[in-house]
């Protein structure tokens, strides 16, 4: 017994060096959860936990098994289906829907969203619903100039507090129900917690929107922070094919709709040039657009016209490509490039040097550093070293342009676009695996690995794409956050805490103890996985109600709602890492964010629970 107590402390000593190393990251985040993995390895080879007939109950196979764990495997590929969404822009058209919103307020669209996060959260597992709003919060973001780590942390605080409202919003609730029946008490109904549950995500949400962005700070990627260009404007010049999108389109206001942002310095028709304003004015096919935009507006208006990329094919030939040359294949990326001091290009124009049949790489816009251009057409210009050149083509052709003497590839600015060809299968595979996963039909596991594989046989995604979107600091942290819990549930500490709070509470009114049991397994949620901790309490809290000749069901509704206030901690639910990557957020950044909403929703329910329940 002595010799268990003191493998018990010893976990606790881990614990408590494992959650300052997460939280200080003085050392980086990777290497302390091998470490901590490490550790409990060497803990119980040199002393090693037995039962009473001698066999070991805690050993390398136990300790490492959370590498297998479903729970990891669903992360993971989960990552690997939502990356495919981003990569092929399948969600563009709802995110314009809810970018129309910040016309009246921003808050208004992302309030839309989380409100819609936590209502389908109550009727459908949270995991696959975050999956889905990950990327369309990445797009509203983007849009409404704000940093994706201000959204993210509320997006999955949104699906678990919509998930303790109904039976079958989490698979916390039907464990905890499963183990009250084995416990002999009667089976949970739908909604039997459905008001105090709503209670809490009504307060929890309204945390959500308006605490939390003033809370976390900006953590955007050292990437995207690079990746940023500045604001001047390239030249640009668009060619009108006949199938173009913009044949037709008329300009309202001295604006066409699909160039937004963007400023049309004039239209080449035949022999005419046609000066601004455009108004009543509609584009033809052969028309030679040239126009002044940033890469941000050049972006904006390719996402929102994918179409519209075909109609450079024609810029350095004129209309003598066949269609097979104007085609966009699926790989393509923007980067810019530096006309070098020594280039062969200085002092020739685009249509003299034959730059894309030489790079395979498409221009797209001219940037002059030290002042503004003032020419006819784009392809006129000469060239001048230190001009900046806005290019398209793959990555294979623009990786080549490094050993190329004439340009300097500026690798920082290289951007992939999104595959949009492959929009309409990116969404049938996504929706797939929600559907498999939300109505139960297979195990969300079986249809997250299942909806990664599609995307990289379909070719939504190459196999390094896939790669690199599986995070190794996911993958290290809830590896030794399952070692923890394996190791805690191992020893006895979490039914010894347990234990303790009864006794020190002992004699104390019910409506105390009851408040007392809710903070103490809100605190374990974090540390151990919420579902561990919800199977563990849920016989403690019939015991305590039993003990108190209250009805039982009481504690159990407070196992649920404090096993779901997994804040605090990325380990803390599936979510919480699901949003770790696109947020780049840090293991404090969970902390500072969702300690608060752990207290505040322990006061509601404090204050709340007693009155609802007659225990006062």
Same mark, same amino acid.
């Given at each position: 017994?002595?010799?268990?107590?003191?493998?018990?402390?010893?976990?606790?000593?881990?614990?408590?060096?494992?959650?300052?190393?997460?939280?200080?990251?003085?050392?980086?985040?990777?290497?302390?959860?091998?470490?901590?993995?490490?550790?409990?390895?060497?803990?119980?080879?040199?002393?090693?936990?037995?039962?009473?007939?001698?066999?070991?109950?805690?050993?390398?196979?136990?300790?490492?098994?959370?590498?297998?764990?479903?729970?990891?495997?669903?992360?993971?590929?989960?990552?690997?289906?939502?990356?495919?969404?981003?990569?092929?822009?399948?969600?563009?058209?709802?995110?314009?829907?809810?970018?129309?919103?910040?016309?009246?307020?921003?808050?208004?669209?992302?309030?839309?969203?989380?409100?819609?996060?936590?209502?389908?959260?109550?009727?459908?597992?949270?995991?696959?619903?975050?999956?889905?709003?990950?990327?369309?919060?990445?797009?509203?973001?983007?849009?409404?100039?704000?940093?994706?780590?201000?959204?993210?942390?509320?997006?999955?605080?949104?699906?678990?507090?919509?998930?303790?409202?109904?039976?079958?919003?989490?698979?916390?609730?039907?464990?905890?129900?499963?183990?009250?029946?084995?416990?002999?008490?009667?089976?949970?109904?739908?909604?039997?917690?459905?008001?105090?549950?709503?209670?809490?995500?009504?307060?929890?949400?309204?945390?959500?929107?308006?605490?939390?962005?003033?809370?976390?700070?900006?953590?955007?990627?050292?990437?995207?922070?690079?990746?940023?260009?500045?604001?001047?404007?390239?030249?640009?010049?668009?060619?009108?094919?006949?199938?173009?999108?913009?044949?037709?389109?008329?300009?309202?206001?001295?604006?066409?709709?699909?160039?937004?942002?963007?400023?049309?310095?004039?239209?080449?028709?035949?022999?005419?040039?046609?000066?601004?304003?455009?108004?009543?004015?509609?584009?033809?096919?052969?028309?030679?657009?040239?126009?002044?935009?940033?890469?941000?507006?050049?972006?904006?208006?390719?996402?929102?016209?994918?179409?519209?990329?075909?109609?450079?094919?024609?810029?350095?030939?004129?209309?003598?490509?066949?269609?097979?040359?104007?085609?966009?294949?699926?790989?393509?990326?923007?980067?810019?490039?530096?006309?070098?001091?020594?280039?062969?290009?200085?002092?020739?124009?685009?249509?003299?040097?034959?730059?894309?049949?030489?790079?395979?790489?498409?221009?797209?816009?001219?940037?002059?550093?030290?002042?503004?251009?003032?020419?006819?057409?784009?392809?006129?210009?000469?060239?001048?070293?230190?001009?900046?050149?806005?290019?398209?083509?793959?990555?294979?052709?623009?990786?080549?342009?490094?050993?190329?003497?004439?340009?300097?590839?500026?690798?920082?600015?290289?951007?992939?676009?999104? *595959? @949009? =060809? +492959?929009?309409?299968?990116?969404?049938?595979?996504? #929706? $797939? !695996?929600?559907? %498999?996963?939300?109505?139960?039909?297979?195990?969300?596991?079986?249809?997250?690995?299942?909806?990664?594989?599609?995307?990289?046989?379909?070719?939504?995604?190459?196999?390094?794409?896939?790669?690199?979107?599986?995070?190794?600091?996911?993958?290290?942290?809830?590896?030794? *956050? @399952? =070692? +923890?819990?394996?190791?805690?549930?191992?020893?006895? #500490? $979490? !039914?010894?805490? %347990?234990?303790?709070?009864?006794?020190?509470?002992?004699?104390?009114?019910?409506?105390?103890?009851?408040?007392?049991?809710?903070?103490?397994?809100?605190?374990?949620?974090?540390?151990?996985?919420?579902?561990?901790?919800?199977?563990?309490?849920?016989?403690?809290?019939?015991?305590? =109600?039993?003990?108190?000749?209250?009805?039982?069901?009481?504690?159990?509704?407070?196992?649920?709602?404090?096993?779901?206030?997994?804040?605090?901690?990325?380990?803390?639910?599936?979510?919480?890492?699901?949003?770790?990557?696109?947020?780049?957020?840090?293991?404090?950044?969970?902390?500072?964010?969702?300690?608060?909403?752990?207290?505040?929703?322990?006061?509601?329910?404090?204050?709340?629970?007693?009155?609802?329940?007659?225990?006062?």
């Amino acid at each position: 017994m002595i010799e268990t107590q003191l493998h018990m402390w010893l976990v606790f000593l881990f614990i408590a060096v494992a959650m300052y190393a997460f939280a200080s990251e003085k050392i980086e985040l990777e290497i302390s959860a091998i470490s901590v993995i490490s550790g409990l390895l060497i803990l119980f080879y040199i002393y090693p936990l037995e039962d009473a007939a001698g066999s070991q109950i805690l050993g390398a196979k136990e300790l490492l098994a959370g590498l297998a764990d479903p729970a990891l495997i669903t992360v993971l590929s989960l990552l690997v289906v939502g990356q495919g969404i981003v990569r092929t822009g399948a969600l563009e058209k709802p995110v314009r829907v809810l970018v129309t919103l910040r016309r009246h307020h921003p808050a208004m669209a992302i309030a839309a969203v989380l409100a819609t996060v936590l209502l389908i959260s109550a009727v459908m597992n949270n995991t696959p619903v975050v999956v889905v709003f990950i990327p369309i919060m990445t797009a509203l973001a983007e849009r409404l100039h704000k940093p994706t780590s201000s959204l993210m942390i509320p997006l999955s605080y949104a699906s678990i507090l919509g998930g303790m409202t109904t039976l079958i919003g989490s698979s916390t609730n039907l464990l905890v129900s499963a183990a009250a029946v084995q416990a002999g008490q009667p089976a949970i109904n739908f909604f039997d917690f459905t008001v105090p549950g709503m209670v809490l995500a009504v307060f929890g949400l309204l945390y959500a929107i308006f605490a939390i962005p003033h809370l976390l700070p900006d953590r955007e990627a050292v990437t995207d922070k690079s990746a940023t260009v500045s604001g001047k404007q390239f030249i640009v010049q668009m060619e009108i094919s006949a199938d173009s999108p913009l044949v037709g389109e008329e300009a309202v206001a001295g604006q066409f709709p699909s160039l937004k942002g963007i400023t049309i310095r004039f239209i080449q028709r035949d022999e005419k040039l046609l000066l601004p304003p455009f108004d009543d004015m509609s584009l033809k096919p052969g028309d030679s657009v040239v126009f002044a935009g940033t890469r941000k507006s050049l972006m904006d208006a390719f996402a929102d016209n994918p179409q519209i990329l075909s109609d450079f094919m024609d810029i350095e030939n004129g209309a003598e490509e066949d269609g097979e040359d104007r085609k966009i294949s699926r790989d393509q990326s923007l980067a810019e490039v530096v006309i070098a001091p020594a280039s062969r290009m200085i002092g020739r124009a685009l249509h003299q040097i034959s730059f894309r049949y030489r790079t395979g790489c498409v221009v797209l816009g001219i940037q002059r550093r030290s002042r503004m251009i003032r020419t006819s057409r784009m392809t006129d210009i000469r060239l001048e070293a230190g001009d900046v050149l806005l290019l398209l083509g793959s990555r294979n052709n623009l990786t080549r342009l490094r050993s190329n003497p004439d340009v300097l590839l500026l690798e920082w600015s290289t951007r992939e676009l999104p *595959a @949009l =060809a +492959l929009a309409r299968r990116a969404r049938f595979i996504f #929706g $797939a !695996v929600v559907l %498999a996963a939300a109505s139960g039909f297979v195990p969300i596991v079986v249809a997250a690995v299942a909806g990664a594989t599609a995307m990289v046989l379909s070719g939504c995604l190459n196999i390094h794409q896939a790669s690199r979107s599986v995070d190794r600091k996911i993958l290290l942290l809830i590896w030794a *956050a @399952l =070692a +923890l819990g394996t190791a805690m549930q191992g020893t006895g #500490g $979490a !039914v010894y805490i %347990a234990e303790l709070l009864v006794y020190l509470l002992s004699g104390a009114h019910p409506a105390v103890i009851l408040s007392g049991f809710f903070l103490l397994i809100s605190i374990f949620t974090n540390i151990l996985s919420n579902s561990a901790t919800a199977v563990l309490f849920t016989p403690v809290a019939i015991s305590i =109600a039993q003990t108190l000749g209250i009805n039982p069901m009481v504690f159990v509704f407070a196992v649920i709602f404090a096993s779901n206030c997994s804040f605090a901690t990325p380990m803390g639910y599936q979510t919480n890492l699901l949003v770790m990557g696109p947020g780049h957020y840090k293991f404090s950044d969970y902390f500072r964010a969702g300690a608060p909403l752990v207290i505040l929703l322990w006061l509601v329910f404090s204050l709340f629970a007693p009155i609802y329940y007659g225990l006062i």
